[in-house]
């Protein structure tokens, strides 16, 4: 039996979000990486406080979108990793000089063997766009160290 994640019996979810491009929808707009920069940025402020207290040597950013908000997190102690989307990951590639980026499905997942056992795993406002939010907690089970640290967040709707 799935979880209902401790919603009320009368929660009725939101409209889907288009988060994938397709051949129709270019994801990816100038607006969107801009905006990038922002949301979510006290959740990363978060992993540094955390990373700069611990021995946090591997971080992977499932859901990393275009990746900006992992620089504050670079160093010559830890690896970085990003998982997303082509058109994410073609952003983060051309764009920054720091991590290892995968394309991966994390409904479907095909590169896990790509990525390490990770010390920390951030994975912000990545949930919410998922029809079985079961999947994501699967893939990060399996690229999370026992010890390790996941931070996770979502929206407040």
């Known amino acids: 039996?799935?979880?209902?994640?401790?919603?009320?019996?009368?929660y009725k979810p939101n409209k889907t979000n288009i988060?994938?491009?397709?051949?129709?929808v270019t994801y990816w707009t100038k607006e969107r990486i801009h905006k990038s920069r922002i949301y979510q940025y006290y959740v990363y402020l978060i992993a540094k406080e955390i990373k700069e207290k611990r021995e946090i040597s591997t971080i992977i950013d499932v859901?990393?979108?275009?990746?900006?908000?992992?620089?504050?997190l670079t160093d010559n102690k830890s690896s970085i990793f990003g998982v997303d989307q082509e058109s994410a990951i073609d952003f983060c590639r051309k764009n920054l000089s720091f991590?290892?980026?995968?394309?991966?499905?994390?409904?479907k997942?095909?590169?896990?063997?790509k990525l390490p056992k990770a010390d920390m795993v951030i994975c912000a406002d990545v949930i919410e766009h998922?029809?079985?939010p079961d999947k994501l907690f699967e893939y990060i089970d399996s690229i999370l160290k026992?010890?390790?640290?996941?931070?996770?967040?979502?929206?407040?709707?």
């Open 1 to 10: 039996m799935k979880e209902n994640y401790f919603l009320p019996k009368d």
């Open 19 to 24: 988060t994938m491009e397709s051949e129709d």
């Open 63 to 72: 859901g990393c979108g275009t990746g900006l908000k992992l620089k504050m």
């Open 99 to 107: 991590g290892t980026w995968i394309v991966d499905d994390i409904e």
């Open 109 to 113: 997942p095909n590169n896990l063997s």
């Open 130 to 132: 998922l029809p079985d």
């Open 146 to 157: 026992p010890e390790g640290i996941l931070i996770l967040s979502t929206p407040e709707r």
